[in-house]
């Protein structure tokens, strides 16, 4: 299956699709607390989705291939859980950082975003992990303009995180976006620059870097779904859904209580 170049009707969808996915994370903020549950959030997060929004929350029952349903609306991904935590009854304590992943539907099309959040205080280590791992987000983002190539981005990417000692996992990556929640093509966080597929108008593609503090090794949890560090070490992830416009990039995702870019 080749890349889709979306058509501007459909562009137009997903700037819609991928606002309220931002805007979840809007809504969600002010409940990410000391005692509060992932669970908890994960049913703030499903029923603003569904009530308010008019949305599907597309990981609820996915089953790519290889995989148990999803049985929740949102990932919840805690310390040194790397991505795809499952809500549970965990309650979130000071200190600990998370990363919460909103895809949304509507009207057929994807939005797909994801940032850390505090919970209380976080050690400077964590801070300074959560904001060069946004860094990292945003210089991929900033490499996207039509002649790129993928290469480009991942190569970006990977330089910011290992100049401060951090690693980039390589079992999961960026992914193409729009009637389908993972399509061509693959966005690696690492690479060579001038490499890889070359961008064009229309694409569009997430970036969601995901950044260990420690050793970039991960295994999954038994729950068929949470991905870990291997070495328990820390690990950040940011996500926003971008389009390649004739120009640059614009990124769909964006909405009122975006943090803004570092650069
Ligand atoms: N939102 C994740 C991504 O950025 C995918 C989650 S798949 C799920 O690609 F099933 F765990 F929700
Ligand atoms: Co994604
Ligand atoms: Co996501």
Redesign the pocket.
Same mark, same amino acid.
């Given at each position: 299956m080749a890349i889709i170049i979306k058509t501007p009707e459909e562009i137009e969808k997903m700037r819609i699709a991928g606002r309220l996915a931002g805007e979840v994370l809007d809504y969600i903020t002010p409940f990410v607390q000391p005692g509060v549950t992932t669970g908890e959030l994960d049913r703030l997060c499903h029923d603003y989705m569904v009530n308010v929004q008019g949305c599907i929350p597309?990981?609820?029952n996915?089953?790519?291939p290889g /995989?148990r349903p999803?049985p929740?609306s949102?990932?919840a991904s805690v310390n040194h859980q790397v991505?795809?935590g499952?809500p549970g009854d965990r309650k979130l304590k000071a200190g600990d950082i998370v990363n919460l992943?909103?895809?949304t539907i509507k009207n057929g099309y994807h939005g797909?975003t994801?940032r850390m959040f505090y919970v209380g205080e976080p050690s400077i280590q964590a801070r300074r992990l959560c904001e060069v791992s946004y860094e990292c987000m945003w210089l991929g983002i900033q490499q996207v303009k039509p002649g790129a190539r993928l290469g480009d981005v991942g190569h970006a990417i990977q330089t910011h995180a290992e100049k401060h000692g951090y690693s980039v996992v390589r079992e999961?990556c960026? /992914?193409g976006i729009g009637k389908k929640?993972?399509e061509e093509p693959q966005v690696l966080h690492y690479g060579k620059p001038g490499t890889g597929i070359e961008l064009q108008a229309g694409m569009v593609f997430?970036i969601?870097p995901m950044i260990n503090a420690g050793k970039r090794d991960v295994r999954q949890l038994g729950d068929g779904?949470t991905i870990v560090t291997k070495d328990h070490s820390l690990s950040a992830q940011w996500?926003h859904t971008v389009l390649v416009t004739e120009t640059g990039y614009e990124v769909l995702t964006l909405s009122a209580g975006s943090p803004p870019p570092p650069f």
């Open positions: 597309a990981p609820l996915y089953a790519p /995989h999803y929740k949102i990932c991505c795809h499952v992943d909103i895809t797909d994801s999961f960026g /992914h929640f993972h997430t969601e779904w996500e």
